[in-house]
Nanobody, 121 residues
Framework: QVQLVESGGGLVQPGRSLRLSCVAS????????MGWYRQAPGKQRELVAV???????TYADSVKGRFTISRDNAKNTVSLQMNSLKPEDTAVYYC???????????????WGQGTQVTVSP
C-alpha cells in the first residue's frame, strides 16, 4: 500500500500565500515524479506543477512566476509554495505521485484525498 497525505490548504485573501505539502509513505520502491493537480467546481482536474526526482519541473501557464514546487527526496515529500494567490486559484488541490511500489516493476499513479484552497476577500 502507498499513501499520500496532504496538508496546508485553507482560506486566504487574494494576494496572500499558502504552502501545500504532501508526504508519500508505504511500500515505495522508487519515485519517478510527484506533483499537484487541482479541480475547481464544474471543471476538469488540471495540472498545476510537477517535479521529477531529478528536479525537472513543469508548471501550468496560469501559475508560472507565482507558484514554486519543491521536493525532499529523503522524506518523499513534495511542497507547493503558492504566492500572489488569486480567486481563480480556488480549487481542491490533489497530490499525485508516479512511482514504483516495492512489490512491482511497473510505475503507477497514486492520489491524495485533496485539500481545499479558497481565495476570497
Amino acid at each position: 500500500q502507498v499513501q499520500l497525505v496532504e496538508s496546508g490548504g485553507g482560506l486566504v485573501q487574494p494576494g496572500r500565500s499558502l504552502r501545500l505539502s504532501c508526504v508519500a509513505s508505504g511500500n515505495i520502491g522508487a519515485i519517478n515524479r510527484m506533483g499537484w493537480y487541482r479541480q475547481a467546481p464544474g471543471k476538469q482536474r488540471e495540472l498545476v506543477a510537477v517535479i521529477t526526482w531529478g528536479s525537472d519541473t513543469t508548471y501550468a501557464d496560469s501559475v508560472k512566476g507565482r507558484f514554486t514546487i519543491s521536493r525532499d527526496n529523503a522524506k518523499n515529500t513534495v511542497s507547493l509554495q503558492m504566492n500572489s494567490l488569486k480567486p481563480e486559484d480556488t480549487a481542491v488541490y490533489y497530490c499525485n505521485a508516479n512511482l514504483r511500489p516495492s512489490f512491482s516493476i511497473s510505475l503507477y499513479d497514486y492520489w491524495g484525498q485533496g485539500t481545499q484552497v479558497t481565495v476570497s476577500p
